[in-house]
């Protein structure tokens, strides 16, 4: 079962289309954005940031997989995939990257 399936079973995991934060948002478990959120997002699970949303600051967590917009960076303690509809700026660390055809990256980078 995909990771987005497992969520969306569960309360409180999710930040919604429509939905605009300003300030940063920290999660527990795993969590799906797909928000604009003027701030950072950190979680000590995976975090996926979905098509359509935003995140100004930096994204960290276990596994990420970007597939929004990440203005202030990403860095992952596990694998980071970003996907081909992407934008990533300033930094994007993690142990395993995969950076799909079509995304958009621009910075600095630090893979293992």
């Known amino acids: 079962m995909s990771l987005e399936r ?3 079973k569960k309360d409180g995991l999710s930040v919604e ?3 605009q934060i300003w300030g940063d ?3 527990r478990e795993d969590a799906v954005v797909a928000a604009h959120v003027k701030g950072g997002v950190t979680g000590a699970g995976r ?3 979905k098509e359509g949303a935003v995140v100004t600051g930096a994204l960290e967590g276990s596994d990420l997989r970007v597939q929004g917009e990440v203005q202030g960076g990403v860095v992952g303690r596990g694998q980071v ?3 081909s509809q992407a934008k990533v700026k300033l930094r994007c ?5 995969r950076i799909e055809p079509g995304a958009e990256f ?3 980078l630090q893979v293992g």
């Open 6 to 8: 497992n969520l969306a």
């Open 93 to 97: 660390h993690g142990q395993s990257l």
């Open 106 to 108: 621009r910075g600095e």
């Open 47 to 49: 975090i996926i940031v």
């Open 81 to 83: 995939w970003i996907g």
């Open 17 to 19: 289309i429509g939905l």
């Open 25 to 27: 948002v920290k999660f």
